[in-house]
T-cell receptor
Framework: GQQVMQIPQYQHVQEGEDFTTYCNSS?????IQWYKQRPGGHPVFLIQ?????EVKKQKRLTFQFGEAKKNSSLHITATQTTDVGTYFC????????????FGKGTRLHILP | GAVVSQHPSRVICKSGTSVKIECRSL??????MFWYRQFPKQSLMLMAT?????????EQGVEKDKFLINHASLTLSTLTVTSAHPEDSSFYIC????????????FGSGTRLTVV
């Protein structure tokens, strides 16, 4: 079945350093979504990418969708302690249920 | 914005008892809701898709008789963990989408189930 691979699984960075997480699929995706889950919390929707090669920015966060629509990345510039959490990519499963499949997530830890 | 309310947030129950978890869409109608299970420090595992007015669709390996899903209205889905055992202890989260373009899925706050 359709799978979404996400790397790295964990990332420790010094506060102020940049961070990137990558998401890859073996099949072409119709769209990809990104979510953030704070420790002890629930996933919160960040953004959806639909178009090939699309790039979207939210303040220090930059989201990219690959030209082939098989990969995506989330880049955070100059991390802050508030960025701590797990970042998940999620891809729409191509059937009538419209259910999304989550990557395993990248847990970001910020060192002060 | 779209809000999904999930109750209870935490529940402790004895082995062999059943626990019901509610998921409500507060400001939109949801013909479809999704139930996930999340183990500590792991990803969300889709358990089932709840369909209003019809049977839920379960993912492979999820026991239908153990995890009963009811979606009786356009704003409410319930998950009942029947005859709970300690291995059912987990974080259960529901989600729904208001189906607005680019809106993504809204998640409930989750239910931490502990079976003792």
């Amino acid at each position: 079945g359709q799978q979404v691979m996400q790397i790295p699984q964990y990332q420790h960075v010094q506060e102020g350093e940049d961070f990137t997480t990558y998401c890859n699929s073996s099949t072409t995706l119709s769209n990809i979504q990104w979510y953030k889950q704070r420790p002890g919390g629930h996933p919160v929707f960040l953004i959806q990418l639909v178009k090939s090669g699309e790039v979207k920015k939210q303040k220090r966060l930059t989201f990219q969708f690959g030209e082939a629509k098989k990969n995506s990345s989330l880049h955070i510039t100059a991390t802050q302690t508030t960025d701590v959490g797990t970042y998940f990519c999620a891809a729409l499963k191509m059937n009538r249920d419209d259910k999304i499949i989550f990557g395993k997530g990248t847990r970001l830890h910020i060192l002060p | 914005g779209a809000v999904v309310s999930q109750h209870p947030s935490r529940v402790i129950c004895k082995s062999g008892t059943s626990v019901k978890i509610e998921c409500r869409s507060l400001d939109f109608q949801a013909t479809t809701m999704f139930w996930y299970r999340q183990f500590p420090k792991q990803s969300l595992m889709l358990m089932a898709t709840s369909n209003e007015g019809s049977k839920a669709t379960y993912e492979q390996g999820v026991e239908k008789d153990k995890f009963l899903i009811n979606h009786a209205s356009l704003t409410l889905s319930t998950l009942t963990v029947t005859s709970a055992h300690p291995e059912d202890s987990s974080f259960y989260i529901c989600s729904a989408s208001p189906l607005r373009t680019g809106s993504g899925y809204t998640f409930g706050s989750g239910t931490r189930l502990t079976v003792v």
